[in-house]
C-alpha cells in the first residue's frame, strides 16, 4: 500500500504556495470522488465489483398494467393487396426427401399464404 506524504507545514508556506496545494487538493479530491461514485451502471465495470451494498430500489409507483398494447387499444394490421404485382408458386414435391415414400397431389391444401410489402427506395434532393 502507498505510504501518505506528509503534510506539509503551512506556516511557513507562502499564499501562492497555499493557493498551488488547495488547488492540487481538489483534483486530487474531484478524481476521488468521481472514482467512488462509479458503478456498473455509470460506466464499463463488472456488476461483481459494485460491493455488497443493496441497491436502491425505484421510487416510482407501479401503474399496475402490463407490458404492450393495452386492452381496448384499436389495433393496426397492414392488409393484403388484392392485386399483387408479383406471384410465386412453389411446388410440391413429388416424394418425401425424408423416406422417399411418394406424395400425393390430390391431398394438397394451402396451409399459409405470405405477402412482402417491399419499402420503396427514397433518393435525396
Known amino acids: 500500500m502507498a505510504t501518505k506524504p506528509p503534510s506539509p507545514d503551512l506556516t511557513c508556506l507562502s499564499h501562492e504556495q497555499k493557493d498551488i496545494l488547495i488547488l492540487t487538493l481538489l483534483a486530487r479530491l474531484e478524481a476521488l ?5 462509479k458503478n456498473s451502471n455509470n460506466s464499463s ?10 441497491k436502491t430500489s425505484s421510487l416510482r409507483e407501479s401503474s399496475g398494467k402490463l407490458p404492450g398494447g393495452q386492452a381496448g387499444r384499436k389495433g393496426t ?13 412453389h411446388p410440391l414435391p413429388e416424394h418425401c426427401n ?6 400425393p397431389l390430390y391431398d394438397a391444401v394451402v ?4 405477402q412482402v410489402f417491399d419499402v420503396p427506395v427514397g433518393h435525396l434532393e
Open 33 to 37: 470522488e468521481s472514482k467512488v461514485n
Open 45 to 54: 465495470k463488472p456488476p461483481s465489483s459494485d460491493g455488497l451494498t443493496k
Open 77 to 89: 394490421t397492414l392488409k393484403q393487396a388484392l392485386q399483387p404485382t408479383s406471384h410465386t408458386d
Open 98 to 103: 425424408r423416406c422417399q415414400h411418394a406424395l
Open 111 to 114: 396451409q399459409e399464404r405470405r
